[in-house]
């Protein structure tokens, strides 16, 4: 409670998003850079600190913000780090950068996510997977869970999902409604990849399903861009080119066990934290960018925040009152169910835009507090970020 | 036999005691020297107690459904037959939560909390599989 740095982000840049293919994730990041630098009115001499979230095509990525910095001819940093705690990244990037300024071993520091995980459709006469040779086609079905068909992370969390319906009664209409309101503000969003596709509640419960009970639109896009921040001294960000966006809390939380168990998100801690520095309640934010990899992780979210009781995130939500013009607004750009999939950076991106003022057709009137999560893994990890204007 | 196609599990030194038993019809998980919790899947230390005793130990193959999806992408050609096929995590009677399929139940009738004990399915001449059965 009594570290409260006054720290601001000062820039923001972000690439084209969704099926970029004209370069790869090391060209994404820089590019991304440039323009969080352009946007803040500095030069790469300017910043002494460099910290990147890998995204899968970085394979491991271990020495990435190393690999970065090459690519960037950055000099004399005094602050380098690749972080990776899944979807919690973004916000624990921000709070590492703010932590270092805050104890005077940085001044000026980019935080940085990228990736190129989509490949360009190839043409159609060439051969696709069926004939390759299927062993190393499907390399990564090792392992017992393979054996009885349980593939990737969608079939994990929707099991978790499935508990929170059966304990609480929530409901794929309450799913839904988490789907249906993301759209309607991606499609008032000029970045989003469904910019133009609205989607009705009738389209969701007509979409495919994946791993019951998550549909198609369940879950969060995959996308190729980068994504990067500019973090600095509130002092210094006054000298920027654009209005300091002020962190007034962050906090952490990474719960362990087993989630399955307990259906609740290191929000709980993380958001207590963040709450107490920033000295507020959940009545006094205005906008909430949450990390959104699925429908569900927002109504747990909500519960764990103290939106509302906990079990209760489908009815709190039922009502719209996160839709545009509602009450409270959530994932204001589309999230990354709707609008692109830049791990926790996009909500960190759309909470900025909002407190700048500059959301256009999608702008919440009287935006000065907005609550940032990232959350990873199967609500294993959590991060929190209170931003504000004022 | 089930289609040979589906992916069939290494025998690893992790893995060999458990599949070892099921070849044998008989449910082999760890369980902790020190402590006594048992564990799975396969695990170094104890996360209860960090001791790095271990052995393995039969347990009833008794549990209950803790949750379920049902599948319905192809992730591997293997399951393109069997799509929407359900996986559930079944939560023994000792402890542990394990990753597996349900026989004689159609997906749609798979309910949380639902009582199961384990059954054995031979998926190569080297391989049996643990699976479960309403009980």
């Given at each position: 409670?009594?570290?409260?740095?006054?720290?601001?982000?000062?820039?923001?840049?972000?690439?084209?998003?969704?099926?970029?293919?004209?370069?790869?994730?090391?060209?994404?990041?820089?590019?991304?850079?440039?323009?969080?630098?352009?946007?803040?009115?500095?030069?790469?001499?300017?910043?002494?600190?460099?910290?990147?979230?890998?995204?899968?095509?970085?394979?491991?990525?271990?020495?990435?913000?190393?690999?970065?910095?090459?690519?960037?001819?950055?000099?004399?940093?005094?602050?380098?780090?690749?972080?990776?705690?899944?979807?919690?990244?973004?916000?624990?990037?921000?709070?590492?950068?703010?932590?270092?300024?805050?104890?005077?071993?940085?001044?000026?520091?980019?935080?940085?996510?990228?990736?190129?995980?989509?490949?360009?459709?190839?043409?159609?006469?060439?051969?696709?997977?069926?004939?390759?040779?299927?062993?190393?086609?499907?390399?990564?079905?090792?392992?017992?869970?393979?054996?009885?068909?349980?593939?990737?992370?969608?079939?994990?969390?929707?099991?978790?999902?499935?508990?929170?319906?059966?304990?609480?009664?929530?409901?794929?209409?309450?799913?839904?409604?988490?789907?249906?309101?993301?759209?309607?503000?991606?499609?008032?969003?000029?970045?989003?990849?469904?910019?133009?596709?609205?989607?009705?509640?009738?389209?969701?419960?007509?979409?495919?399903?994946?791993?019951?009970?998550?549909?198609?639109?369940?879950?969060?896009?995959?996308?190729?861009?980068?994504l990067?921040?500019?973090?600095?001294?509130?002092?210094?960000?006054?000298?920027?080119?654009?209005?300091?966006?002020?962190?007034?809390?962050?906090?952490?939380?990474?719960?362990?066990?087993?989630?399955?168990?307990?259906?609740?998100?290191?929000?709980?801690?993380?958001?207590?934290?963040?709450?107490?520095?920033?000295?507020?309640?959940?009545?006094?934010?205005?906008?909430?960018e949450?990390?959104?990899?699925?429908?569900?992780?927002?109504?747990?979210?909500?519960?764990?925040?103290?939106?509302?009781?906990?079990?209760?995130?489908?009815?709190?939500?039922?009502?719209?009152?996160?839709?545009?013009?509602?009450?409270?607004?959530?994932?204001?750009g589309?999230g990354q169910?709707?609008s692109f999939y830049m791990w926790g950076m996009t909500p960190v991106s759309e909470?900025?835009?909002?407190?700048?003022?500059?959301?256009?057709?999608?702008?919440?009137?009287?935006?000065?507090?907005?609550?940032?999560?990232?959350?990873?893994?199967?609500?294993?990890?959590?991060?929190?970020?209170?931003?504000?204007?004022? | 036999?089930?289609?040979?196609?589906?992916?069939?599990?290494?025998?690893?030194?992790?893995?060999?005691?458990?599949?070892?038993?099921?070849?044998?019809?008989?449910?082999?998980?760890?369980?902790?020297?020190?402590?006594?919790?048992?564990?799975?899947?396969?695990?170094?230390?104890?996360?209860?107690?960090?001791?790095?005793?271990?052995?393995?130990?039969?347990?009833?193959?008794?549990?209950?459904?803790?949750?379920?999806?049902?599948?319905?992408?192809?992730?591997?050609?293997?399951?393109?037959?069997?799509?929407?096929?359900?996986?559930?995590?079944?939560?023994?009677?000792?402890?542990?939560?394990?990753?597996?399929?349900?026989?004689?139940?159609?997906?749609?009738?798979?309910?949380?909390?639902?009582?199961?004990?384990?059954?054995?399915?031979?998926?190569?001449?080297?391989?049996?599989?643990?699976?479960?059965?309403?009980?």
């Amino acid at each position: 409670m009594s570290f409260t740095p006054n720290i601001a982000v000062a820039g923001l840049g972000i690439t084209n998003q969704g099926k970029v293919y004209d370069r790869n994730q090391v060209g994404l990041a820089v590019e991304a850079v440039r323009l969080a630098l352009e946007d803040a009115g500095l030069e790469r001499s300017d910043l002494d600190g460099l910290l990147l979230n890998p995204g899968l095509s970085w394979n491991d990525g271990g020495m990435g913000a190393f690999q970065l910095q090459q690519a960037l001819n950055l000099r004399d940093l005094r602050l380098s780090a690749t972080m990776n705690a899944g979807g919690a990244t973004a916000c624990a990037m921000i709070q590492h950068a703010a932590e270092a300024i805050g104890a005077g071993l940085a001044h000026t520091v980019a935080c940085v996510f990228s990736d190129a995980p989509l490949k360009p459709p190839k043409p159609k006469d060439a051969k696709d997977g069926k004939g390759s040779g299927s062993a190393s086609a499907y390399a990564f079905a090792g392992g017992l869970d393979a054996a009885y068909g349980m593939f990737g992370i969608n079939a994990r969390y929707a099991m978790v999902a499935q508990r929170h319906m059966h304990l609480y009664g929530t409901t794929n209409e309450h799913l839904g409604t988490v789907a249906v309101t993301q759209r309607q503000w991606a499609n008032r969003n000029p970045r989003a990849q469904f910019q133009d596709a609205p989607l009705t509640m009738e389209e969701y419960h007509r979409s495919r399903w994946v791993a019951e009970p998550f549909h198609l639109f369940d879950c969060c896009l995959v996308s190729n861009g980068g994504l990067a921040v500019i973090v600095t001294s509130a002092e210094r960000a006054r000298n920027m080119s654009q209005p300091p966006v002020r962190i007034l809390g962050m906090g952490q939380g990474h719960p362990g066990g087993d989630p399955m168990e307990t259906l609740t998100s290191g929000a709980v801690l993380a958001g207590t934290q963040a709450f107490r520095m920033a000295g507020l309640e959940t009545k006094d934010i205005d906008v909430v960018e949450l990390y959104d990899c699925y429908t569900f992780t927002v109504l747990v979210c909500l519960e764990d925040y103290g939106f509302c009781k906990k079990g209760e995130g489908g009815p709190f939500i039922a009502d719209g009152k996160t839709a545009p013009g509602g009450a409270l607004p959530v994932n204001t750009g589309g999230g990354q169910l709707s609008s692109f999939y830049m791990w926790g950076m996009t909500p960190v991106s759309e909470a900025i835009i909002q407190l700048r003022g500059e959301g256009g057709e999608r702008q919440v009137d009287d935006a000065h507090v907005a609550l940032v999560s990232g959350n990873g893994g199967i609500l294993s990890t959590h991060s929190t970020l209170i931003l504000g204007n004022q | 036999m089930t289609d040979p196609q589906k992916p069939i599990p290494a025998i690893t030194p992790q893995l060999a005691p458990f599949l070892e038993g099921a070849k044998r019809q008989e449910l082999i998980i760890q369980k902790c020297g020190e402590c006594g919790t048992y564990r799975f899947p396969p695990r170094d230390l104890c996360s209860a107690c960090l001791s790095n005793k271990s052995a393995w130990a039969k347990v009833s193959g008794k549990g209950i459904v803790f949750s379920f999806t049902i599948m319905h992408q192809v992730y591997h050609p293997g399951f393109a037959a069997e799509v929407p096929y359900a996986v559930v995590l079944v939560q023994l009677d000792e402890g542990p939560r394990i990753t597996s399929n349900l026989v004689g139940v159609s997906p749609r009738n798979i309910r949380i909390g639902m009582p199961v004990t384990a059954v054995f399915e031979e998926v190569s001449d080297e391989v049996t599989l643990p699976k479960f059965a309403p009980t």
